[in-house]
T-cell receptor, first 115, second 112 residues
Framework: AQSVSQHNHHVILSEAASLELGCNYS??????LFWYVQYPGQHLQLLLK??????LVKGIKGFEAEFIKSKFSFNLRKPSVQWSDTAEYFC?????????????FGKGTKLSVIP | DSGVTQTPKHLITATGQRVTLRCSPR?????VYWYQQSLDQGLQFLIQ???????AKGNILERFSAQQFPDLHSELNLSSLELGDSALYFC???????????FGPGTRLLVL
């Protein structure tokens, strides 16, 4: 079965620290990759996405992610986190194929940023 | 605000009951997806509709059903509710079948 793994369940950082959240997916051919963020009490918001082209994609709020096809990875990064980045982050994969339009999500990583 | 609306925001009901959750997609979006978010299972895809027709099914129980109406809004019907059905139910929409999905605020269901 197709699956998405997020390595860290909970990450705690101080403000201005750099962030990297890992995401690996199981092989399934052509994929579209997404990172969503869920702020406390709010809905999922799209941070960034990768469909094709440059494997380094930039999203909103200073986030970026790098698609490494050989490693089946799509790690999320931010050079300097802020308290307002406290949220849960979800990696999601859409596998191309007949009927495969749904997103497969990782379990999520909770990020707590300490002022 | 993603443009996807869901009602109600919260729902408290008893075991054995039936509820209907409603979703209105973003203007122009033809695809609607339903997801369930629970602490133990995480975010799981339930079902997808495209322009009124069912297109894909995920981990949706037989007690659950959905439909998409001509005005493109969708309803998720949950029946014979069990305690384990307590979760956050999200609706998402996209323009076509393969574009980016935008999520609504969710309906929090509590089954007592």
């Amino acid at each position: 079965a197709q699956s998405v793994s997020q390595h860290n369940h909970h990450v705690i950082l101080s403000e201005a620290a750099s962030l990297e959240l890992g995401c690996n997916y199981s092989y399934g051919g052509t994929v579209n990759l997404f990172w969503y963020v869920q702020y406390p009490g709010q809905h999922l918001q799209l941070l960034l996405k990768y469909f094709s082209g440059d494997p380094l994609v930039k999203g909103i709020k200073g986030f970026e992610a790098e698609f490494i096809k050989s490693k089946f990875s799509f790690n999320l990064r931010k050079p300097s986190v802020q308290w307002s980045d406290t949220a849960e982050y979800f990696c999601a994969v859409k596998y191309s194929g007949a009927g495969s339009y749904q997103l497969t999500f990782g379990k999520g990583t909770k990020l707590s940023v300490i002022p | 605000d993603s443009g996807v609306t869901q009602t109600p925001k919260h729902l408290i009901t008893a075991t054995g009951q039936r509820v209907t959750l409603r979703c209105s997609p973003r203007s122009g979006d033809l695809s609607v997806y339903w997801y369930q978010q629970s602490l133990d299972q995480g975010l799981q895809f339930l079902i997808q509709y495209y322009n009124g027709e069912e297109r894909a099914k995920g981990n949706i129980l037989e007690r659950f059903s959905a439909q998409q109406f001509p005005d493109l809004h969708s309803e998720l019907n949950l029946s014979s509710l069990e305690l384990g059905d307590s979760a956050l139910y999200f609706c998402a929409s996209s323009v076509g079948r393969q574009e980016t999905q935008y999520f609504g605020p969710g309906t929090r269901l509590l089954v007592l």
